[in-house]
Nanobody, 130 residues
Framework: QVQLVESGGGLVQAGGSLRLSCAASGGTLSDYAMGWFRQTPGKEREFVSGISWSGGDTTYGLTYYVDSVKGRFTISGDNAKNTVYLQMNSLKPEDTAVYYC??????????????????WGQGTQVTVSS
C-alpha cells in the first residue's frame, strides 16, 4: 500500500508563493504518474496538474496544467527523494482549496479524473487572502 503525505500548505496573501510536497512511501515513484487535485466545499475534486513519463524512461518529463494555473504553478518530481512538488506562484484567492496528491499506476498519463487515482494523500489546506 502506497502512502502519500502532503505538506507545505498554509495561509498566504494574494501574489505570494507556496511549495507543496508529496512524500511517497511503500512504493516506487517511477511506477506512477503523479498529480495534484484541489477541492473546495460543495465542489468536485478538480485536477490541477500532472507529471508523467516519456516512453520507457524513468525520468519525469511530461507535465500538464489546467488553464487556470498555467504559467503560475510548476509540478516536479524527485525520484531519489520519492517526492513530488507543486510550486505555486502568484497565488490568487480563487486558488484557496484543500490540495491533494494522487498517484496513478497508468504511469504515462499527464491528466486524469480523480476516480482513476490509485492512491490519495490526506490533503493540505491552502488559503490565499486578498
Amino acid at each position: 500500500q502506497v502512502q502519500l503525505v502532503e505538506s507545505g500548505g498554509g495561509l498566504v496573501q494574494a501574489g505570494g508563493s507556496l511549495r507543496l510536497s508529496c512524500a511517497a512511501s511503500g512504493g516506487t515513484l517511477s511506477d506512477y504518474a503523479m498529480g495534484w487535485f484541489r477541492q473546495t466545499p460543495g465542489k468536485e475534486r478538480e485536477f490541477v496538474s500532472g507529471i508523467s513519463w516519456s516512453g520507457g524512461d524513468t525520468t519525469y518529463g511530461l507535465t500538464y496544467y489546467v488553464d487556470s494555473v498555467k504559467g503560475r504553478f510548476t509540478i516536479s518530481g524527485d525520484n531519489a527523494k520519492n517526492t513530488v512538488y507543486l510550486q505555486m506562484n502568484s497565488l490568487k484567492p480563487e486558488d484557496t482549496a484543500v490540495y491533494y496528491c494522487a498517484a496513478n499506476r497508468m504511469r504515462h498519463l499527464v491528466r486524469w479524473e480523480g476516480a482513476l487515482s490509485d492512491y490519495w494523500g490526506q490533503g493540505t489546506q491552502v488559503t490565499v487572502s486578498s
